[in-house]
């Protein structure tokens, strides 16, 4: 069975979305998994996996990285944004509801 190659970009994982570097991870995982590439293919394919496993690693990490520093925007808005005063100021006592 004859091993198509991949494009140079496509191979360092360059240029391509989250989602097509896992599909062709995908697409090497099953050509290993069939045997039926030579023994310098194999280690080809494995290497181009591993690239973009770490690849991917680093795009979810700096997912996570936008994520926390959008959940802490998120938090200090609510705890900065006014809330109509103390319960005090409102004439009342904290356990009470405000209606």
């Known amino acids: 069975m004859k091993r198509k190659?991949?494009?140079p970009s496509q191979t360092a994982g360059e240029s391509l979305t989250f989602e097509?570097?896992?599909e062709r991870l995908e697409e090497l995982v099953s050509e290993l998994e069939e045997g039926q590439l030579s023994?310098?293919?194999?280690i080809r394919s494995f290497e181009e996996g591993i690239r973009l496993v770490k690849k991917c690693t680093a795009v979810l990490g700096e997912a996570e990285k936008r994520i926390h520093r959008l959940t802490q925007e998120g938090v200090e808005t609510v705890e900065t944004e006014p809330t109509g005063?103390?319960?005090e100021e409102r004439g009342g006592?904290?356990?009470e509801l405000p209606f």
Do not use: T, W
């Open 5 to 7: 190659e991949p494009a």
């Open 93 to 95: 006592r904290d356990d």
């Open 20 to 22: 097509q570097m896992m």
């Open 39 to 42: 023994l310098e293919d194999s």
């Open 85 to 87: 005063g103390k319960a």
